[in-house]
């Protein structure tokens, strides 16, 4: 009984990421049963590294359909691409405190993603979203007006993420 | 509390997981697809203590009958929480009908001023075995097996009962026995209804 529960989720949540073919191979992404299996086991581990815990839809398709007509995803590494993006996920919704929605974070994500760092997740992670995070701890809400559109274009003219100067731009937007 | 661990070992995982799942989306707005671990406890736990809470008539005797399914179970220790809390309020306005606190600042902060507050921000969905506040003035019953509403609901019956007893005396004689037992008493955090039987039991024995 346990067992033919647990089946039928998995079972399901590898469906349903494999769907997404459907439109990423419109971009030339495509992910193979192998594929989904690695992205869902590495989103166990993100999950249980950032404690937290995911009921239902999995974020990876919103992901996949969020990034997949980026000219910075590439199909040489979009597995590993999309693991890292979920990783980062979930370590920004921690970072936020909850504050931001699944859908204004992904926003946010690939708006930056594109726009500032130009395809390089560490420079998203690293510097771009935890300034960001940084701003929403601080009382920044301004996302919720623009569902998360639009952030990065806020700081273009910041060549460097300092917190501070960030804070400041997003004030006087 | 010990009712909580029967009912975890009364349901399985697979019951309990859709009904936290329901109240994640809730809790959540759907905005979200994930919660921390400390969130999903919180929701697990208020599923559990509702679930416990079925199994209890109003008068805190256990019902008997047959196993209702988890979300049968769930959905009644809601609503008999919801009535308990509707309970719960119109004893506190009863009792502040003709309320005195006898010049004690911890039983007025704790009626007027605490009580409200909870009243205000019981959250019966999400936090229902939260019972919010302190209550720092003591009654003379230990209420430290009651979490929530329950908690609350036991202690106006309480301030209730000694509300009662104390307005067979003459307000000014209460408050001279008071200041004749502690001159701060004023300021204290004792029961001001044990000082009362103590000294009414001693007339009697002498």
């Given at each position: ?18 769907n ?73 919704k ?20 594109d ?59 | 509390?010990d ?52 199994g ?7 019902v ?23 309970k719960a309020?119109q ?73 009662n ?42």
């Open positions: 009984m346990n067992n033919d529960w647990l089946l039928i989720s998995q079972k399901n949540e590898l469906a349903n990421v494999l997404t073919n459907e439109l990423s191979e419109k971009f030339g992404l495509t992910l193979t049963s192998q594929d989904a299996e690695l992205i869902l086991a590495e989103r166990k581990k993100s999950l249980i590294e950032q404690r937290r815990v995911e009921f239902g839809d999995n974020i990876i398709q919103k992901l996949i359909y969020e990034f997949c007509d980026s000219q910075y995803v590439d199909r040489n590494s979009y597995v590993e691409t999309l693991i890292r993006l979920q990783e980062i996920f979930y370590q920004f921690n970072e936020t405190e909850d504050m931001i929605t699944d859908d204004e974070l992904l926003h946010v994500m690939r708006d930056m993603f726009e500032v760092c130009y395809g390089d997740l560490n420079y998203l992670a690293g510097s771009c979203l935890e300034a960001f995070s940084q701003a929403i701890k601080e009382g920044y809400r301004g996302y919720q007006y623009t569902d998360g559109r639009g952030e990065a274009k806020k700081f273009s003219e910041l060549t460097d993420w300092h917190y501070q100067l960030f804070l400041e731009i997003l004030e006087r937007n | 509390m009712r909580i661990s029967d009912v975890s070992e009364m349901y399985s995982i697979e019951e309990l997981l859709p009904i936290v799942k329901e109240l994640a989306e809730k809790y959540t707005s759907k905005e979200s697809s994930s919660i921390t671990y400390e969130a999903a406890n919180h929701l697990m736990s208020a599923v559990l203590y509702c679930i416990a809470y079925a209890y008539e109003e008068d805190f005797t256990i008997e009958g047959g196993k209702l399914t988890a979300r049968q179970a769930y959905e009644n220790g809601f609503l008999k929480l919801k009535r308990l809390a509707e309020h004893l506190y306005n009863e009792i502040m009908q003709d309320f005195d606190a006898y010049e004690n600042r911890c039983l007025y902060d704790t009626m007027v001023k605490g009580l409200p507050e909870f009243f205000m921000r019981y959250d019966i969905k999400f936090k229902p075995d939260d019972y919010i506040l302190t209550l720092d003035y003591p009654v003379l019953k230990d209420l430290s097996i009651y979490d929530g509403v329950e908690r609350i609901y036991h202690y106006l019956e309480c301030i209730k009962a000694e509300q007893y104390l307005h067979g005396f003459l307000r000014d004689y209460v408050i001279n026995l008071l200041t004749s037992y502690h001159k701060r008493y004023r300021d204290n955090f004792d029961n001001l209804c044990e000082i009362v039987i103590a000294h009414e039991k001693n007339c009697r024995n002498n």
